[in-house]
T-cell receptor
């Protein structure tokens, strides 16, 4: 059982470049989300989705776009990368509900030069 | 503004002793609280949760206590084992669509 798969694991970009972080889950979870982890800041929610075709903003959505065309996939797009977006990005999925544990991928370490 | 706070960045305990990790929150609308454990180069993994209508939840060596009046929760690990060495995050949700995480506490269990 693969769980939540994130690709790539590492990426270096130049300022202004665009890229897409991929996230796929095979547990048929309705809820998917993206977080960034920065030193001293914990995990902060970027965007989330409660089902295919439905997305919403989290705490720190600026500079990021998402879409949810299928239950399995929830890609995160950086349209014009900035050094402030250097971070470790985690994708998570789970059943909808505040008591439902989220299953996390192993993260993508992104550096913007 | 951080709605969930873990004020101790690190904690060291001897193997076999109790580990107590603390978490404070500001939003009285939070109705569920969860603890996650994270090893280096891995994603967080779910540990235990508690509903706001309870004050205690236990699962094996792990117990979470909730004090709603103080807006405080704690995770107790008894007995602590070297494999428990990890970063622990507490998280909270209101209405189930957004989860707010603390900054984490790095636990080291000394053999």
């Amino acid at each position: 059982n693969a769980g939540v798969t994130q690709t790539p694991k590492f990426q270096v970009l130049k300022t202004g470049q665009s890229m897409t972080l991929q996230c796929a889950q095979d547990m048929n979870h309705e809820y998917m989300s993206w977080y960034r982890q920065d030193p001293g800041m914990g995990l902060r929610l970027i965007h989330y989705s409660v089902g295919a075709g439905i997305t919403d903003q989290g705490e720190v959505p600026n500079g990021y776009n998402v879409s949810r065309s299928t239950t399995e996939d929830f890609p995160l797009r950086l349209l014009s990368a900035a050094p402030s977006q250097t971070s470790v990005y985690f994708c998570a999925s789970g059943r909808q509900g505040g008591d439902q544990p989220q299953h996390f991928g192993d993260g993508t370490r992104l550096s913007i030069l | 503004d951080q709605q969930v706070k873990q004020n101790s960045p690190s904690l060291s305990v001897q193997e076999g002793r109790i580990s107590i990790l603390n978490c404070d929150y500001t939003n009285s609308m939070f109705d569920y609280f969860l603890w996650y454990k994270k090893y280096p180069a891995e994603g967080p993994t779910f540990l235990i949760s508690i509903s706001s209508i309870k004050d205690k939840n236990e699962d094996g060596r792990f117990t979470v206590f909730l004090n709603k009046s103080a807006k405080h929760l704690s995770l107790h690990i008894v007995p602590s084992q070297p494999g428990d060495s990890a970063v622990y995050f507490c998280a909270a949700s209101a209405l189930g669509n957004q989860f707010y995480f603390g900054t984490g506490t790095s636990l080291t269990v000394i053999p």
